[in-house]
C-alpha cells in the first residue's frame, strides 16, 4: 500500500515539471518578443535568456528529484 | 521499483529504461570498491583524453589556416573567454582554465555518452556533485579572501527598505546554500531524464503497429539531446561564471 502511495506521490510530483514548462516557455516567449522588437539588442541578451531559463528550470528539476525519491528511495 | 520478472510476464518494456546507468566493474567481480575501474571510470578517461586530443595535439600544429580540428579547438577557446569576460567580468580571466577545463569535461561527457551502447558519466549525480561542489567551495573561499567580511555583504540587500532586510537576509542564505544543489542535479537530471525517455520510446519499437513512430520519436529525440548536451554544459559554465562575478563584486 505504502508504494502505491509512494507512486501517485511520484506522480503528483511530475505536475512540477509542467510547471516549470510554463516557465521556461514564459521566458523564452517574452525574449523572443522583446528580440522581435529589437533585434540588434537581442544577440547581446542570449546569456541573460539562458540564466533565465536555468533558474525556471530548477525548480522543475526539484519536482524530478522528489519523483525520483518517491519512486526509488522510498 | 517493478521487478523485470513481472514486466516481461505482463508483456511490458523487455529492459528498464535506467538499466543504462547502472555501474559495472570492468574486470569482472560483483564488487565496487573505492579503487575499481568501472565502466563509469573508463568513460570519464574517455572524455579527458577527448579533451586531451582536441585541445593538444589537435591545435599542435599552430597552422594559420587552421585545420578542423584546430578550428574547433580555436572556437571552444574563444566561446568560453568571451563568456568569462562578458558575465563574470575582466577580473576573472584568471580563473578562466579552471572554467573552459570545467565546460570542455562536461560537453565531451554529455558527447560520449549520446554513443550507442555507451556510458553516460554526466547522467549520475554523484560526477555532477562533485563538480558543483567545486565550483560552490571556489567560490566560497574567493569571495571571503577577495573582499573579506565584506562577501557577507552579497546576504545583505542594501537597496531594500530596512525592515525587509533580515527577511532578505533568509532568503539569500538559503539561495546561496540551494546552489551547488540545483547546479549539480540540472545537468544529471537533463541527461538522465533525456536518455531516459530514449530508451522509453526504444521499447516501444518491439511493438509492431507502433514501432515506424517509435524509430521516429527516437531520431528526434536524439536530435533534441544532442542540443541538451551541448546547452547544459553551457548553463553549467554560464551560472559558474554568475557564482563567480557575486563572489569577485558581491554588492548588490
Redesign the interface.
Known sequence: MEGQLAHIGAGLAAIGSGAAAIGVGNVAGNFLAGALRNPSAAASQT?TL??G??FA??LG??S??VALLL??AV | MASEAQGAEEGGLVFHPMDQFIIKPLFGGDHIGLFTITNATLWMALAVVAVVALMVIGTRRRAIVPSRGQSIGELAYGFVYKMVEDVAGKDAIKFFPYIMTLFLFIVMANFLGLIPMSFTTTSHFAVTVVLALLVFVTVTVVGFVKNGAGFLGLFWVSSAPLPLRPILAIIEVISYFVRPVSHSIRLAGNVMAGHAVIKVFAGFAAIAVVSPVSVVAITAMYGLEVLVAFIQAYVFTILTCVYLKDALHPSH
Do not use: D
Open positions: 546569456a539562458f540564466i531559463i536555468a528550470e530548477a528539476i526539484f524530478f528529484l519512486m526509488f
